[in-house]
């Protein structure tokens, strides 16, 4: 079992920044992804990035050159910087964690409660 915990959400005036920080618990597993996913009232939870344990990043285009996403394993912590925000970055932001078998098999799939992003004037 993992356990995430998402932090960092708030109320941010466009063009401002946030970083969003995600601790996780438990289960440690050696091919794991880490990443941001977002979901806004009355749409579909979408990617915002992922970072794997290789170290390689993969971003949505809407947030590339914006948002950057990092992990600290040492100490179990992702965190995800947001700059020059946008009202259509609000949403709920959730931090996920996925493990995988030595086969390429999904092992398993936790998310954290989701920590809320509003973008406003």
């Known amino acids: 079992q993992v356990q995430l915990v998402e932090s960092g959400g708030g109320l941010v005036q466009p063009g401002g920044s946030l970083r969003l920080s995600c601790a996780a618990s438990g289960s440690a597993f050696s091919i794991n992804v880490m990443g941001w996913y977002r979901q806004a009232p009355g749409k579909q939870r979408e990617l915002v990035a992922t970072f794997t344990t290789g170290g390689r990043t993969n971003y949505a285009d809407a947030v590339k050159g914006r948002f950057t996403i990092s992990r600290d394993n040492a100490k179990n912590m992702m965190y995800l910087q947001m700059n020059s925000l946008k009202p259509e970055d609000t949403a709920v932001y959730y931090c996920?964690?996925?493990?995988?078998?030595?086969?390429?098999?999904?092992?398993?799939?936790?998310w954290g409660q989701g920590t809320q992003v509003t973008v406003s004037s």
């Open positions: 996920n964690y996925r493990y995988y078998y030595s086969s390429g098999t999904l092992g398993g799939d936790y």
